[in-house]
């Protein structure tokens, strides 16, 4: 099992660009999270997907971030006119559902850099 | 306020002692979570607790709910433990956000 999967590892976007981030959850697990960590906020969650429906996304900034789920093995995560403020590590995480006592595995992070 | 409050932010150890890292919360959480952020930045999962303890080689956690708190004990505490740890609770309201601590540098020297 390769565990979550993010790509890319690292991004370096120009200011006002846009970014897409990929997650890949692990199989069979149908509940995704999407977390950013910064220095002066350190982990913040963002939204969260379960069966590729999005439950709570109170965690996303109201402009210019989106996260859909289209299938079972992806989600991604779009920052459109991306600003410096935005550069972080976004970290992907997954687990099953219904089962209160699953703890999600992380992916390892893109780490988003806006010039 | 925060609802996680982590602390030490900074711990320094010298190689076969130990020490603990404590999270208080303001609010009661259904589980806690405990991670150390490896060299590559990934977040390892240490331990899950819903209550109780759990014990791992030189790690033991316990997590109090109803006194709203978080424990993580590391003992002979060797180089390769160096790194940054978190906790991250999930609250009793039935979401599944994880809300996190700011993180422990936990520093080995020799």
């Known amino acids: 099992n390769a565990g979550v999967i993010q790509t890319p590892r690292h991004k370096v976007t120009g200011k006002g660009q846009e970014a897409t981030l990929w997650c890949e959850p692990i199989?069979?697990?149908?509940?995704v999270f999407w977390y950013r960590q910064t220095i002066v906020q350190g982990l913040e969650f963002l939204t969260y997907?379960?069966?590729?429906?999005?439950?709570?996304d109170s965690g996303m900034p109201k402009e210019r971030f989106s996260a859909q789920m289209p299938n079972q093995s992806h989600s991604t995560l779009k920052i459109q006119s991306t600003q410096p403020q935005d550069s972080a590590v976004y970290l992907c995480?997954?687990?099953?559902?219904?089962?209160?006592?699953?703890?999600?595995?992380f992916g390892e992070g893109t780490r988003l850099s806006v010039l | 306020g925060d609802q996680v409050e982590q602390s030490p932010s900074a711990l320094s150890l010298h190689e076969g002692t130990g020490s603990a890292l404590r999270c208080n919360f303001t609010t009661t959480m259904r589980a806690v979570q405990w991670f150390r952020k490896n060299s590559r930045g990934s977040l390892i999962n240490l331990f899950y607790?819903?209550?109780g303890t759990k014990e791992n080689g030189r790690l033991k956690s316990a997590f109090d709910s109803k006194e709203r708190y978080s424990t993580l004990h590391i003992r002979d505490a060797q180089l390769e433990d160096s790194g940054t740890y978190f906790c991250a609770a999930e609250a009793s309201s039935g979401s599944w956000q994880l809300i996190f601590g700011s993180g422990t540098q936990l520093t080995v020297m020799p």
């Open positions: 997907f379960r069966n590729q429906a999005p439950i709570d």
């Open positions: 607790l819903a209550s």
């Open positions: 199989s069979g697990h149908s509940a």
């Open positions: 995480a997954s687990s099953w559902t219904g089962n209160n006592n699953q703890a999600p595995l």
